[in-house]
T-cell receptor
Framework: EAQVTQNPRYLITVTGKKLTVTCSQNMNHEYMSWYRQDPGLGLRQIYYSMNVEATDKGDVPEGYKVSRKEKRNFPLILESPSPNQTSLYFC?????????????FGPGTRLTVT | AQSVSQHNHHVILSEAASLELGCNYSYGGTVNLFWYVQYPGQHLQLLLKYFSGDPLVKGIKGFEAEFIKSKFSFNLRKPSVQWSDTAEYFCAVNAGKSTFGDGTTLTVKP
């Protein structure tokens, strides 16, 4: 089954404790992206990647890191989480090029930072 | 800078009413425009997309959208909504950097 998986689905952590949220897709998509969803603010892009070893900042990259060492994986790293990073996070992937960019979303990771 | 503006934050309709959700975008290049839907407790799913050709595009579940280049608009429509259409709807533009609107919550009363 074609899908985007994220782990963990739920995470409660404390300020300053490094964490990683994994994202994996099995559709051989070149493009992958991370978003955070907050009430009233829609989805805001954190980082995106057009291919292996190619990452770019989205609209809200501060406090986050990503890496793309393999095509299928795109982990999101919070080196020192803070309470304002409490949010619902979605990973997505798509093919590239005009007519594509239709994103397939993962199930989401609800992160709480206390 | 690209941007997406959705006009309605919360829409309440009765079943069988017609729906139109407004979306305006700002983007300098070739647009790839999307409408996504998020049902309660679920992740986003694609409703429909436009990248070229016929400006009236049809999607799943009876939804359609019209791309009007002169107005930078991509409004979503459905002739007759159902209770099961209750969800949050997002308009988006994507050409690498991706921008979503703030979302419109649709509540359909049975």
């Amino acid at each position: 089954e074609a899908q985007v998986t994220q782990n963990p689905r739920y995470l409660i952590t404390v300020t300053g404790k490094k964490l990683t949220v994994t994202c994996s897709q099995n559709m051989n998509h070149e493009y992958m992206s991370w978003y955070r969803q907050d009430p009233g603010l829609g989805l805001r892009q954190i980082y995106y990647s057009m291919n292996v070893e190619a990452t770019d900042k989205g609209d809200v990259p501060e406090g986050y890191k990503v890496s793309r060492k393999e095509k299928r994986n795109f982990p999101l790293i919070l080196e020192s989480p803070s309470p304002n990073q409490t949010s619902l996070y979605f990973c997505a992937s798509s093919l590239l090029g005009t007519g594509n960019y239709e994103q397939y979303f993962g199930p989401g990771t609800r992160l709480t930072v206390t | 800078a690209q941007s997406v503006s959705q006009h309605n934050h919360h829409v309440i309709l009765s079943e069988a009413a017609s729906l139109e959700l407004g979306c305006n975008y700002s983007y300098g290049g070739t647009v790839n425009l999307f409408w996504y839907v998020q049902y309660p407790g679920q992740h986003l799913q694609l409703l429909l997309k436009y990248f070229s050709g016929d400006p009236l595009v049809k999607g799943i579940k009876g939804f359609e959208a019209e791309f009007i280049k002169s107005k930078f608009s991509f409004n979503l429509r459905k002739p007759s909504v159902q209770w099961s259409d209750t969800a949050e709807y997002f308009c988006a533009v994507n050409a690498g950097k991706s921008t979503f609107g703030d979302g419109t919550t649709l509540t359909v009363k049975p």
